[in-house]
């Protein structure tokens, strides 16, 4: 395709998406009248597809300058990113299936801004500010981080004394991840998998790592098309949980002989690996949905295996002593990798979260550490998608609001 | 009956719950052994049926006095009642359908044995301790609290300063409001209603008041038995959930016309009052499944209507000008006053908790205000569960739990 | 109670489905004012519980002598049967828990009215007519059927040349079995067996025993109260249905081994027999939702026990070597005999059928054989019953109509 | 692309699907060996993707000459066809997005092969041979048609008497239609609409237009991806069914006015047309799944818009009065225009029924008319699917068949 091409069909995906988040579209109207990040600069490492550029639209329509990168070398989609290039304040870096040292290289493209905010998605900005360019941490007012995978890495380094900045856990904001990655990720994962195997869902065997709110998701949009599920956990009470939900629940090495298809959601290593792949049935299909390439372990399989071909359009099969196991998007997230990743609609949620808590982190003086997501910015996301929606629900009444605040009524 | 048929009766009631409540039972068994309650006096006021009773045998048996009486006139269950009085070092006041000078008087009662130790469904101990009893408060080392409206009430409390007593928050033990709440109150609320009105549930408009654990359970079991679910809600996070699950949500003044049978969950007063009734359908099934029966303005009902009746057991007919509005149980919890409660399996979890929580308060000291369950607890009774379930889950590996505590490797 | 009891309690529960029975209902204003059933006797053998009730009162306000006994003694409800007896021109004789010399006894009571229209439910008034009773046969204008098992009995007898009467089938009507057999017995089954063992269905294992109407019913439903199902069949094409609609199939033998609670809804014998018990779990459920109590070879089980028990009301323990078994309502059909029967709404459109096909009879002279409910009957009922709910659906416009009779438009 | 890569890409969706339909490889295997078809020339029109494909292969390779064309101008695959045209016996005349000419000059050419037995999905040939080519219908021996649309169109005929040869409806072996226009539909339709709008479904309002199998599995899926379906139907019983299945149901004039998403299902025309598009909301997606692009009256939205315009691939958005309203694939089927039409696993079953019915024709001699497929061709396919899906089911005993067979045990 000829960059006018690619600039032409970048802007309808962008535009088609924008009309699709009422809430992000609010949030930038404000930004373009109030222009609270004029001044500021802002580096991003997320999935450069469509939903993203809205996101950063807004950023620089509120007075930012932006420069962005992927956060995975198979989710960025190239005419977004060059119809990015095209917007006054931002730099686009990110480039479809790019190698490891250009994923790299472009990080630090982006940071050669040196930025005051950061957003990521699985927290490598903040890494790369944390090990080679720690003379950029002195000018950070602070991040956001996206994901569960990017949450829980900052934890480590914030438990480990190690964190050298202020981040808001925007993936912690109920109306961030009750959504984003139960029905984003229940929805976007089965999508990647239908179009990329135009296979039946209904009457399947479908194995699902992790009980966490994407093993939910994907649990339930699971069960919705049909299939018969089984879950494995190493929380005892999310296992109980995906018990009650109807599913079966046992360890992986038991599952692995009974799935036909397997989707991993756990933000853990090798959820998928040598002992699992043995007893695994001819034609098994492997999907990750995590947020890095590390639950299947392709080492492994690619070891075992005396062939490897690939068999459909992002379909590897491996082939294992006779068997065929079939990997999806080389085990990238296949909601992104292998299609166009989270609905509209969720990531409208997500990204106003990350919008007005960037507005935040420019106003506010944080210290260092991990930082929830205001309680009203929240809501106020809350409020506005249901107003997107046309729903109005009930208010407390006064006698209401007091019944709750007292405790002198009883039965 | 006579009383020994009474007892009988309650006896093979409490027999076959004992057998299906595993993690409470191994708990008895660990508690005769090692007598962890000798010497302590426990007051209870619970709803009092089978499964109760086998929560205050394990407590009996862990060398503990136990007075109990019911908290709610039209929940307790003779025959149990009077087969708990023939065990030792047990005695129970509660009586069915008794009027509130009695149920008032048999609260007293059981807080005549002096307790060192309280367990509330409701709080209902807690407040006449903080209020006619406050001599008793100086004695106590604890109490326990089972259900979401008693812990807002105690923490309201908390915030008034009023607080004069530790209290564990049993109800808030993942282990208990996971299950209890959502599982728990969402088969029994429909069993309550089906066996009430042998009416059909598939096919009719569905109206659920709240959206918390108690209303997510009811709103799943009426869809899965068929129903066109609308949901009501005051906060806009859930009313978001709520319409992601598939359900409509509107205001409860919208949905009251369009409802065929309506479910209260939110413990709070007047959920259903004059306004609503004006514009419900001919027929209209009302049910409250929330602690206190505050949640359907009876005294309002009344006044409108011209007359009421006795149509079915368990329900009452208003007839309001022209329309009959059917009450179920006259508002109190639909699932035990019309119906035997909670299924034993969630209670085996809950109850589990509340012997462990009597211990834990036995053996710590606890400052007064509002404490959680433990969490080595609370997995516990999660992994006894699994285990009397016979499901095995995967444990980390050495090198997964580093991944999960490291930070260093990324995309 | 007090026969005046009885009567009082009876009528309420006629007068509370009849007004939750709104098909019936109008046809019971119409044959009221027409007086089609005038000269006319039936013998009925159905449920005798308040729903048949409904249809009883219906035939008589029309012109008919009415008898009815029960089609099985542990359904009848004595209280409606007592009320019944208060009309004008209906006789009843049916008694809850009668030895098996009564049941036939009363079948004999209602057949001496020299009957010319019967209403079966399982074909024993049908049956008796042709072994006992040959002198009735010529009187005799047709008989209306309500089961599958009765049909199946009935198309036996044709096939062998026994059959000397017409015989309408009404189960097989859609507005019948669709509804009625689905969505009547889905529910009634499993209020049946919550109210009765006050379990968990969440996190169970549920074994399905046939996947025709019934079955499936039964499964869906269990599927909506979080149950993890597993379904036996005979055909391979209901088999395939039932894997793809998300359930485990096998069979029974292996399923004997995983099942907490097993349901048999296939019309044959022996669903559940020794080889089952054998290598059933401790503690597992056995109930029948079939016509029959063949299902569950108690004969088998009981020979195989060494005690027998009952534990909870409607409950029998079976001790199999050690292992607890369970059996709901001595395997009679557990929605009747351990609760109401079907929900009045749908009984509502079966016994609409039954009353439209009486007069269908009484109007219409049939040769012999089984023959189908007329389809506009079948529609008329349909089109009351949208009515009834306020339902309004499209109409064709003529075009509409014009190109789904052509077949000259094509791609 | 290259014809070579096109011929590589179309060889490998070929043989993707060729291994997920295993009932189609035991039947090749079987032709390949016993040549059932020599001598015979098929002339086909049906839709041209990679499961179409491996059943042209199979026909050819069990002796058959095969000429094939495509039966909607945006169903088919290039590559396929490319690569369809390397095999022996195999001539293949479709292109994807050919004008209305040059669709029927391929009809015409698939003709001239002077085929004996035709296979038709809607109908195209037959009607073509009724019509223009009359001089070859002395040379049948009969045909297969595919689907819902075409039955109708085939039995029009035949009442109209204008049916000259016999035709088997392959749709109504219950293991095509309970399966491909249930499931198949179900998934493929909302993969199609996923994957082109990349919006979410949970908590919209889908309009399911019809609520036959194939309107029953597109409001599954719906539902259980968490929509809240409102279903169409001008069959009161069917009506009936939907709403007992949770569903919302009302005329189409009323739905059009909530729906986010429209999906016709129905097989006739003007399912939604102008006064629908006059009342529905901005933003409104409208898809068809039915056969023809019928169901949405283009004609009447094309003639009210102010503006057309395309805003994201597939995706046509039409401006009336302000607001958008976005066809899908020009209203063509969006799982075939917009997708890779149904799952292979269904496609397995419904194309085991093609192959056997054409050796079927090639055996029989059929008269002029419509012809059911043989009961046991059907039992045949659901016998080898389940084997394939290593599912093994229950056998009658011949007790059980006797008791089945029997009439004298009752109650």
New interface residues.
């Given amino acids: 395709m000829s960059d006018k091409d690619l600039i032409e069909s970048g802007d309808?995906?962008i535009?088609?998406?924008r009309?699709?988040m009422p809430v992000l579209s609010i949030i930038r109207e404000n930004f373009e009248r109030e222009q609270p990040l004029k001044g500021h600069k802002i580096a991003m490492a997320l999935h450069v597809e469509?939903k993203t550029a809205a996101l950063v639209e807004a950023l620089a329509l509120g007075g930012a300058e932006v420069a962005i990168t992927g956060?995975?070398?198979l989710s960025t989609q190239d005419d977004v990113s060059v119809a990015l290039n095209t917007r006054d304040n931002i730099k686009c870096y990110a480039k479809y299936d790019c190698c490891s040292d250009e994923?790299y290289e472009a990080i630090n493209k982006v940071l050669d801004m040196k930025p005051d905010i950061t957003i990521d998605d699985?927290?490598?900005l903040i890494?790369k500010l944390h090990t080679e360019r720690t003379d950029l941490l002195s000018g950070l007012l602070g991040g956001c981080e996206e994901t569960t995978t990017g949450i829980?890495?900052?934890k480590?380094?914030e438990n480990?004394g190690?964190l050298k900045m202020p981040v808001v856990a925007v993936n912690d904001a109920?109306?961030k991840f009750?959504?984003d990655n139960?029905?984003?990720t229940?929805?976007s994962s089965w999508?990647g998998i239908?179009?990329t195997t135009?296979?039946?869902?209904?009457?399947k065997t479908v194995v699902i790592g992790g009980y966490g709110w994407c093993g939910k998701g994907a649990s339930?949009?699971a069960?919705?098309?049909?299939?018969?599920?089984i879950v494995?956990?190493?929380d005892?009470?999310r296992?109980?949980?995906a018990?009650?939900?109807?599913?079966?629940?046992?360890?992986?090495?038991?599952a692995a002989k009974y799935g036909d298809i397997f989707v991993t959601t756990t933000?853990?290593?090798?959820i998928l690996s040598k002992k699992h792949f043995e007893v695994m049935k001819d034609?098994a299909i492997l999907a990750n949905s995590g947020h890095?390439n590390?639950e299947i372990n392709l080492e492994e399989l690619t070891a075992m295996a005396s062939s490897v071909r690939?068999?459909?359009k992002n379909?590897k099969e491996y082939n294992v002593a006779g068997k065929?196991i079939n990997v999806l998007a080389d085990g990238r997230l296949v909601n992104l990798a292998a299609?166009?990743?989270h609905?509209?609609?969720?990531m409208d949620m997500s990204f106003a979260n990350q919008a007005l808590c960037v507005k935040y982190i420019a106003e506010t003086k944080l210290e260092n550490g991990v930082h929830p997501v205001p309680h009203d910015l929240?809501?106020y996301v809350?409020?506005l998608?249901?107003k997107s929606?046309g729903?109005?629900?009930?208010?407390?009444?006064p006698?209401?609001t007091e019944?709750?605040?007292?405790?002198?009524?009883?039965?």
Same sequence: chains 1, 2, 3, 4.
């Fill in positions: 309808m995906k535009g088609w998406v009309s699709h469509a956060c995975n070398p994923y699985g927290a490598d890494f829980h890495r900052l480590a380094m480990d190690a109920m109306t009750l959504f139960r029905y984003g229940g929805q999508d239908m179009r135009n296979l039946l869902v209904a009457g339930l949009r069960s919705g098309l049909g299939a018969d599920v494995t956990e190493i005892p009470i296992a109980l949980e018990r009650m939900d109807g599913h079966r629940v046992m360890s992986m090495t038991e933000g853990n290593v090798d034609g890095f590390v690939t068999v459909r379909i065929r299609g166009d990743g609905p509209a609609e969720v929240d809501m809350a409020e998608k249901l929606m729903i109005e629900i009930d208010k407390l009444e006698h209401q019944y709750m605040e007292g405790w002198e009524c009883g039965t």
